[in-house]
């Protein structure tokens, strides 16, 4: 059974940094992207942020570019999400996914990504 599994959410004061964590367990997804989407009370679930198989594309919604970093260790099949500069409109429910190579460049769908965490959950306030 494959499973994903996030954490490192918590409340944090605006200008302060996480850094959530997603290992996963049942397969390995060496070859696969690996992302990151959110969903903030009442609204729809949205992209964060992707990293292909290899790490060497990455890819970030408008919203966190240069504040936020997307990483991966396949070693320990896991991706990272390092949140930085955070500012109170970030506060959401952190989802990891896992999909396979994207070739048609929509990444940011959430019907490319097969499998899906639970969430954590954050909380930044001013």
């Known amino acids: 059974q494959v499973q994903l599994v996030e954490s490192g959410g918590g409340l944090v004061q605006a200008g302060g940094s996480l850094r959530l964590s997603c290992p996963a367990s049942g397969r390995t997804f060496d070859n696969d992207g690996l992302a990151w989407f959110r969903q903030a009370p009442g609204a729809a679930r949205n992209f964060v942020a992707r990293?292909?198989?290899?790490?060497?594309?990455?890819y970030y919604a408008d919203s966190v570019k240069g504040r936020f970093i997307i990483s991966r260790e396949n070693a320990k099949n896991t991706v990272f999400l390092q949140m930085n500069s955070l500012k109170p409109e970030d506060t959401a429910v952190y989802y990891c996914a896992a999909g396979s190579p994207i070739l048609d460049g929509m990444y940011s769908a959430m019907s490319k990504y097969d499998y899906w965490g639970q969430g954590t959950e954050v909380t930044v306030h001013v």
């Open positions: 990293i292909s198989g290899s790490g060497s594309r990455t």
